[in-house]
């Protein structure tokens, strides 16, 4: 008997050592390319020049203006996902019919399956023109567009797993709350949510990597000019959109060009880790268990 | 049980890995630029049309994707928007692959603004440079400032990004070096997006491939340009590609094929019909032709190689 | 006013916000499906999903596509739920002792939030080429397994946290050993939550473009794939494809294409939502 059990846990644990298999592949590829690119171009510049023109004839190598682009659309698309989809969460778990719950909850699950693809070209050629009537000064390719539908595709996650979260809750502690006399108001917000945090949390971090890992709706709706702005109305470069650009473009495997790619790609790792670091920092904070 | 079904599972998917493919259909493997992508494409359904037993696929990897595969043996065919450059070409040699190349269309590109745009009509080679070289960035910015008497108006520009051919092409034809462009345009890999860019501003301006203008003819308007040998303004269409009087914007299309694919039979039919079909097929896609005499050049070519080096794999 | 009062405002005002913003979510979802079906649907016959791809859109056809698209699901979902489940439950059960799980932990979670198209730059170096699978469904589904697989895990571990120990506590005081306990309990228990996570991960791999085209799937392909080291296209290549295309007619076909592609995802998320709502059902506590 103990021997099974000890079988299974090794098994189990092979599975889990997968993902560092996955870990250790991304880095190889990542870091044994940029060497060859940081060997060429310093690290100082990489960081501090304001332009990022690396297939121009007059290369410039600074990062930051895709950094830039990468971090305003993830920041308008959480703006519109986290209170939209922690509310729809929240209404379905605690307000809505149980039939509601049933039926909305899938539906809104599709919003998750659409392509992205459909959603680049949703973006450009609906969402763009819809907000150039409000703001007549947005341009053709915006971060706003994709940031926003971004944000539409990424309600679900927030809402679907915390609406989970939510309903693991045990029912002695909501009827608790109801018995002294709480709205489901203060009971959600007094009680539940800070009972599920942690399965909340963990569902808006998944969904801002999903939102700094979105290729292709930057890439088709967002634009490819690499622009070091906070200005939502102007065509950026997101790091995504730049890699794809280039791994299916005419640059040749092995040029200098070719390896920004890799030092594009590894800034976002980076970026991801210290991200996913503080949010779990956060989330021990916050972790409460109930019986 | 879960567990067992964890293994059976993990075992059927080693099985499957182990596999091997022995002796398929013949097949033929095309990748490269998303460019000359619809061509190989028409070229291939056609050829499959009369030899129902061969497999054609393409790929569009991008013309640099493609060479690297190309390179490594990989692929049968490679579709490029350029000819291969000199590192591509020492990596073929590297691994041992001798390539033929073959030019198969001409891609045009149309310089177009919106149709309610009157005043511009035609343009020159040094205004095009003008406009677009880097030095344009922050300070070329109204169209008086390219011809005295167009108006004080802010132009807004579109073109592809830097990754298409049609970008390197442009650049180096204007400007003079490839890749010198200014870097505040609205740039896109979409053809399409860019037409529609241009469609709905009145004050833009665009280039991109010609067939993206003739399927759009009611939504913009293409600038003819003065030639710069014969001073006439020329509007781009396919006759006039051909026959070289709108220049200098058009581009030739290439393939390349590795001599080790030529030695199979499928390949040689296949490139033989390539050359032989490629006059009336780039056409029916929006490219342009190769001149008669062009055409005659690429075919004797073809008949050289094939007969210096006769078939070694049976079919 | 009183307390009571100003609270029965706030639990009012936010129902109503809360119906908004679910109506909101609901009405983007319906504003799109219409435009796409409006332009599609009549595009939409046997031949269209029977026909190969060509460069006549009248003639053109996704059967290449579909077919690749539904290998993909299969064969991804084959990967990824066994493995990731298996990883979740693992951290969550047998891995709080040592730092080696924490350093798993942070480790996962970052990898949710690699672009899918370093995944496929990973994919094409180790499947590709070390592993010698070429440009094969196989290569192009593992490569989509290990994108998803983070998602798989961090949901299956959540669900498996909700779970009460007492549940636990309550198996093992039985006489039950850990795996029984597992097995028979804690798993049954979050499998709800656990399935919410496969939904969303594979919806995301079905919608996967520029990994599988690094990665070696292709953009015409005149056969339908026989196995899983056949070469292949999926819809997605597919509409792109159509969609950067000069002929209008191409537009046309590629709303159908995604008018297709969403009622394959709509089947699978159909099975995958009744098999949740049969297990969250036994649960009361």
Same mark, same amino acid.
């Given at each position: 008997?103990?021997?099974?059990?000890?079988?299974?846990?090794?098994?189990?644990?092979?599975?889990?050592?997968?993902?560092?298999?996955?870990?250790?592949?991304?880095?190889?590829?990542?870091?044994?390319?940029?060497?060859?690119?940081?060997?060429?171009?310093?690290?100082?510049?990489?960081?501090?020049?304001?332009?990022?023109?690396?297939?121009?004839?007059?290369?410039?190598?600074?990062?930051?203006?895709?950094?830039?682009?990468?971090?305003?659309?993830?920041?308008?698309?959480?703006?519109?996902?986290?209170?939209?989809?922690?509310?729809?969460?929240?209404?379905? !778990?605690?307000?809505?019919?149980?039939?509601?719950?049933?039926?909305?909850?899938?539906?809104?699950?599709?919003?998750?399956? %659409?392509?992205?693809?459909?959603?680049?070209?949703?973006?450009?050629?609906?969402?763009?023109?819809?907000?150039?009537?409000?703001?007549?000064?947005?341009?053709?390719?915006?971060?706003?567009?994709?940031?926003?539908?971004?944000?539409?595709?990424?309600?679900?996650?927030?809402?679907?797993?915390?609406?989970?979260?939510?309903?693991?809750?045990?029912?002695?502690?909501?009827?608790?709350?109801?018995?002294?006399?709480?709205?489901?108001?203060?009971?959600?917000?007094?009680?539940?949510?800070?009972?599920?945090?942690?399965?909340?949390?963990?569902?808006? %971090?998944?969904?801002?990597?999903?939102?700094?890992?979105?290729?292709? %709706?930057?890439?088709?709706?967002?634009?490819?000019?690499? !622009?070091? @702005?906070?200005?939502?109305?102007?065509?950026?470069? @997101?790091?995504?959109?730049?890699?794809?650009?280039?791994?299916?473009?005419?640059?040749?495997?092995?040029?200098?060009?070719?390896?920004?790619?890799?030092?594009?790609?590894?800034?976002?790792?980076?970026?991801?880790?210290?991200?996913?670091?503080?949010?779990?920092?956060?989330?021990?904070?916050?972790?409460?268990?109930?019986? | 049980?879960?567990?067992?079904?964890?293994?059976?599972?993990?075992?059927? #998917?080693?099985?499957?890995?182990?596999?091997?493919?022995?002796?398929?259909?013949?097949?033929?493997?095309?990748?490269?630029?998303?460019?000359?992508?619809?061509?190989?494409?028409?070229?291939?359904?056609?050829?499959?049309?009369?030899?129902?037993?061969?497999?054609?696929?393409?790929?569009?990897?991008?013309?640099?994707?493609?060479?690297?595969?190309?390179?490594?043996?990989?692929?049968?065919?490679?579709?490029?928007?350029?000819?291969?450059?000199?590192?591509?070409?020492?990596?073929?040699?590297?691994?041992? #692959?001798?390539?033929?190349?073959?030019?198969?269309?001409?891609?045009?590109?149309?310089?177009?603004?919106?149709?309610?745009?009157?005043?511009?009509?035609?343009?020159?080679?040094?205004?095009?440079?003008?406009?677009?070289?880097?030095?344009?960035?922050?300070?070329?910015?109204?169209?008086?400032?390219?011809?005295?008497?167009?108006?004080?108006?802010?132009?807004?520009?579109?073109?592809?990004?830097?990754?298409?051919?049609?970008?390197?092409?442009?650049?180096?034809?204007?400007?003079?070096?490839?890749?010198?462009?200014?870097?505040?345009?609205?740039?896109?890999?979409?053809?399409?997006?860019?037409?529609?860019?241009?469609?709905?501003?009145?004050?833009?301006?665009?280039?991109?491939?010609?067939?993206?203008?003739?399927?759009?003819?009611?939504?913009?308007?293409?600038?003819? &340009?003065?030639?710069?040998?014969?001073?006439?303004? &020329?509007?781009?269409?396919?006759?006039?590609?051909?026959?070289?009087?709108?220049?200098?914007?058009?581009?030739?299309?290439?393939?390349?094929?590795?001599?080790?694919?030529?030695?199979?039979?499928?390949?040689?039919?296949?490139?033989?019909?390539?050359?032989?079909?490629?006059?009336?097929?780039?056409?029916? &896609?929006?490219?342009?032709?190769?001149?008669?005499?062009?055409?005659?050049?690429?075919?004797?070519?073809?008949?050289?190689?094939?007969?210096?080096?006769?078939?070694?794999?049976?079919? | 006013?009183?307390?009571?009062?100003?609270?029965?405002?706030?639990?009012?005002?936010?129902?109503?916000?809360?119906?908004?913003?679910?109506?909101?979510?609901? $009405?983007?979802?319906?504003?799109?499906?219409?435009?796409?079906?409006?332009?599609?649907?009549?595009?939409?016959?046997?031949?269209?999903?029977?026909?190969?791809?060509?460069?006549?859109?009248?003639?053109?056809?996704?059967?290449?596509?579909?077919?690749?698209?539904?290998?993909?699901?299969?064969?991804?979902?084959?990967?990824?739920?066994?493995?990731?489940?298996?990883? +979740?439950?693992?951290?969550?059960?047998?891995?709080?002792?040592?730092?080696?799980?924490?350093?798993?932990?942070?480790?996962?979670?970052?990898?949710?939030?690699?672009?899918?198209?370093?995944?496929?730059?990973?994919?094409?170096?180790?499947?590709?080429?070390?592993?010698?699978?070429?440009?094969?469904?196989?290569?192009?589904?593992?490569?989509?397994?290990?994108?998803?697989?983070?998602?798989?895990?961090?949901?299956?571990?959540?669900?498996?946290?909700?779970?009460?120990?007492?549940?636990?506590?309550?198996?093992? +005081?039985?006489?039950?050993?850990?795996?029984?306990?597992?097995?028979?309990?804690?798993?049954?228990? $979050?499998?709800? +939550?656990?399935?919410? +996570?496969?939904?969303?991960?594979?919806?995301?791999?079905?919608?996967?473009?520029?990994?599988?085209?690094?990665?070696?799937?292709?953009?015409?392909?005149?056969?339908?794939?026989?196995?899983?080291?056949?070469?292949?296209?999926?819809?997605?290549?597919?509409?792109?494809?159509?969609?950067?295309?000069?002929?209008?007619?191409?537009?046309?076909?590629?709303?159908?294409?995604?008018?297709?592609?969403?009622?394959?995802?709509?089947?699978?998320?159909?099975?995958?939502?009744?098999?949740?709502?049969?297990?969250?059902?036994?649960?009361?506590?």
């Amino acid at each position: 008997m103990r021997r099974k059990e000890k079988f299974i846990e090794a098994l189990l644990a092979l599975c889990a050592g997968i993902s560092v298999f996955t870990t250790v592949g991304i880095l190889y590829v990542l870091v044994s390319e940029s060497y060859g690119f940081f060997a060429t171009v310093p690290l100082s510049e990489f960081l501090t020049d304001d332009q990022w023109t690396p297939l121009f004839a007059d290369q410039h190598f600074g990062v930051m203006p895709l950094v830039a682009g990468t971090l305003l659309t993830t920041v308008i698309a959480i703006a519109l996902a986290l209170p939209v989809g922690l509310t729809i969460a929240i209404y379905l !778990n605690e307000y809505a019919h149980p039939k509601l719950r049933k039926s909305v909850k899938p539906a809104l699950e599709v919003l998750a399956a %659409i392509p992205t693809v459909v959603y680049g070209y949703f973006a450009l050629t609906v969402v763009t023109p819809f907000l150039q009537q409000i703001f007549p000064e947005l341009a053709g390719f915006s971060a706003l567009s994709a940031g926003l539908v971004m944000g539409v595709m990424i309600i679900p996650i927030i809402s679907s797993l915390s609406e989970d979260a939510l309903f693991a809750v045990p029912k002695s502690l909501r009827e608790a709350s109801y018995g002294m006399g709480a709205t489901p108001f203060q009971t959600s917000f007094k009680v539940l949510v800070p009972a599920a945090s942690s399965g909340i949390i963990v569902s808006v %971090i998944l969904a801002i990597s999903r939102a700094v890992g979105e290729t292709m %709706i930057v890439a088709i709706a967002a634009g490819q000019q690499p !622009n070091l @702005t906070a200005n939502p109305f102007v065509p950026i470069e @997101t790091i995504t959109t730049y890699i794809v650009q280039v791994s299916t473009g005419d640059v040749e495997r092995g040029s200098l060009e070719y390896k920004t790619i890799f030092a594009a790609g590894i800034t976002l790792f980076i970026f991801t880790f210290i991200l996913n670091n503080i949010s779990f920092w956060i989330k021990k904070k916050f972790l409460q268990k109930y019986e | 049980m879960k567990i067992r079904s964890l293994i059976l599972l993990m075992l059927s #998917i080693s099985f499957f890995a182990c596999s091997d493919k022995k002796g398929g259909p013949p097949s033929i493997s095309i990748d490269g630029s998303s460019t000359v992508f619809p061509v190989s494409e028409a070229v291939a359904e056609e050829f499959m049309a009369v030899n129902p037993n061969v497999r054609v696929t393409v790929g569009e990897s991008g013309t640099g994707g493609g060479f690297s595969k190309f390179s490594n043996g990989k692929i049968d065919i490679n579709d490029a928007s350029r000819p291969i450059k000199s590192k591509e070409d020492s990596a073929c040699k590297a691994n041992n #692959i001798a390539y033929e190349s073959f030019m198969v269309a001409y891609d045009g590109m149309a310089i177009v603004v919106h149709p309610s745009n009157t005043w511009c009509n035609d343009i020159t080679v040094e205004e095009l440079k003008r406009l677009w070289e880097p030095s344009a960035r922050d300070s070329i910015m109204t169209w008086n400032q390219i011809r005295s008497d167009w108006p004080v108006e802010q132009i807004r520009l579109f073109g592809p990004g830097t990754q298409s051919g049609t970008f390197d092409y442009f650049t180096e034809a204007i400007v003079g070096t490839a890749k010198e462009c200014r870097t505040d345009y609205t740039a896109s890999e979409d053809d399409n997006v860019l037409v529609q860019g241009v469609a709905a501003d009145k004050n833009a301006f665009g280039y991109f491939g010609l067939a993206y203008y003739n399927n759009n003819k009611d939504k913009i308007k293409a600038v003819a &340009v003065i030639n710069p040998k014969s001073a006439t303004p &020329v509007l781009p269409s396919i006759e006039t590609v051909k026959n070289k009087s709108y220049s200098p914007l058009s581009r030739p299309l290439f393939i390349y094929v590795t001599d080790l694919a030529l030695e199979r039979q499928e390949v040689r039919d296949f490139i033989q019909f390539y050359i032989d079909n490629c006059a009336k097929l780039s056409e029916s &896609v929006g490219y342009v032709s190769l001149s008669v005499e062009e055409l005659s050049i690429e075919e004797a070519k073809l008949a050289k190689f094939l007969e210096a080096h006769p078939v070694k794999t049976a079919q | 006013m009183s307390e009571v009062n100003w609270n029965r405002i706030k639990d009012r005002s936010f129902k109503y916000f809360g119906i908004g913003c679910t109506v909101f979510g609901l $009405s983007v979802l319906v504003v799109f499906l219409l435009s796409i079906i409006i332009q599609g649907v009549a595009r939409i016959d046997w031949d269209f999903i029977t026909s190969m791809p060509s460069r006549f859109a009248e003639k053109a056809g996704i059967l290449p596509a579909l077919i690749g698209t539904l290998w993909i699901l299969v064969l991804t979902a084959a990967i990824s739920i066994p493995i990731g489940v298996a990883s +979740g439950v693992y951290l969550e059960e047998y891995g709080k002792k040592n730092r080696f799980a924490k350093f798993l932990e942070i480790n996962i979670a970052n990898l949710a939030g690699v672009p899918s198209i370093i995944y496929g730059l990973l994919g094409l170096e180790i499947f590709g080429r070390i592993m010698a699978m070429g440009g094969s469904i196989l290569a192009g589904s593992c490569t989509l397994a290990l994108l998803i697989l983070p998602v798989v895990i961090v949901s299956t571990r959540e669900a498996i946290k909700a779970v009460p120990d007492t549940l636990r506590q309550a198996s093992y +005081g039985l006489g039950a050993s850990k795996w029984q306990t597992l097995s028979r309990q804690v798993i049954p228990a $979050s499998a709800g +939550g656990i399935v919410t +996570g496969i939904i969303l991960a594979i919806s995301r791999a079905i919608g996967e473009t520029a990994p599988l085209i690094v990665v070696g799937a292709l953009v015409f392909v005149p056969f339908v794939p026989s196995g899983p080291m056949d070469q292949f296209t999926v819809l997605p290549i597919q509409i792109f494809n159509w969609v950067s295309r000069p002929e209008k007619e191409f537009g046309v076909n590629a709303a159908a294409a995604i008018i297709i592609l969403l009622l394959v995802t709509f089947v699978m998320n159909g099975i995958a939502l009744y098999l949740r709502n049969r297990w969250q059902k036994k649960i009361k506590w």
